[in-house]
């Protein structure tokens, strides 16, 4: 199957830096790609669809000024949470659709924030 | 619009035990439905996926899962669990066949296998 990568897999910030999060179709191109956030022993929310060459399409109540969006490529999205606080700490995923003529999406391993 | 419930948060099995994970799903539209397994502190791995073929889906490791629109159901089975089946599993609607189509998690259910 298709992989996707994220880096890092785990990141320490402190509070009020920025942290820029990858995600990346390693063998494979997505002008699409989605960005999750997993809060512990709790479900996956989309945050956001990234799109390649245009503004991401961001979720209700997900503030676009905090989590920017970049889709530079068919192959790279970046996620950066601006000004982190202690409670952006969390699980953010990546995935991509895959033209397997289903379109299955393909998760990256996850990135682990935390924000002291 | 869609929507995923998982009837249970918890389910607990002995090694060896059939397994039954239920899902029931809510769409306005044809939906393709998905099983996804997640070991902890891992990505989330496809176990199988309905997209409107047949109703009766075989996945890996063992697993498998009825697609039932008279009861809008999507219940993952596996005849005999194994320990390192324990995760936290996934049912998973997306609108439609294409990729690019949001997809609706479940709120998860945490499977323990017993010795």
């Known amino acids: 199957g298709a992989v996707v990568s994220q880096h890092p897999s785990r990141v320490i910030c402190k509070s009020g830096t920025s942290v820029k999060i990858e995600c990346r179709s390693l063998d494979f191109q997505a002008t699409t790609m989605f960005w999750y956030r997993q809060f512990p022993k709790q479900s996956l929310m989309l945050m956001a669809t990234?799109?390649?060459?245009?503004?991401?399409?961001?979720e209700q109540g997900v503030e676009k000024d905090k989590f920017l969006i970049n889709h530079a490529s068919l192959t790279l999205s970046t996620l950066t949470v601006t000004s982190a606080h202690p409670e952006d700490s969390s699980f953010y995923i990546c995935?991509?659709?895959?033209?397997?003529?289903?379109?299955?999406?393909?998760f990256g391993p996850g990135t682990r924030l935390l924000v002291l | 619009a869609q929507s995923v419930t998982q009837l249970d948060s918890h389910v607990s099995v002995s090694e060896g035990t059939p397994v039954l994970l239920r899902c029931n799903y809510s769409?306005?539209?044809?939906?393709?439905l998905f099983w996804y397994v997640q070991h902890p502190n891992k990505g989330l791995q496809l176990l199988l996926k309905?997209?409107?073929?047949?109703?009766l889906v075989k996945g890996i490791n063992g697993f498998e899962a009825e697609f039932k629109k008279s009861e809008t159901s999507f219940h993952l089975t596996k005849p005999s669990a194994h320990m390192s089946d324990a995760a936290e599993y996934f049912c998973?609607?997306?609108?439609?066949?294409?990729?690019?189509?949001?997809?609706?998690f479940g709120a998860g259910t945490r499977l323990a296998v017993h010795p």
């Open positions: 769409s306005s539209y044809s939906p393709s």
């Open positions: 309905y997209t409107s073929a047949a109703t």
């Open positions: 998973v609607v997306r609108r439609g066949l294409g990729g690019y189509n949001k997809l609706i």
């Open positions: 995935s991509a659709p895959f033209m397997d003529g289903q379109e299955t999406q393909y």
């Open positions: 990234s799109n390649e060459g245009s503004k991401a399409t961001y």
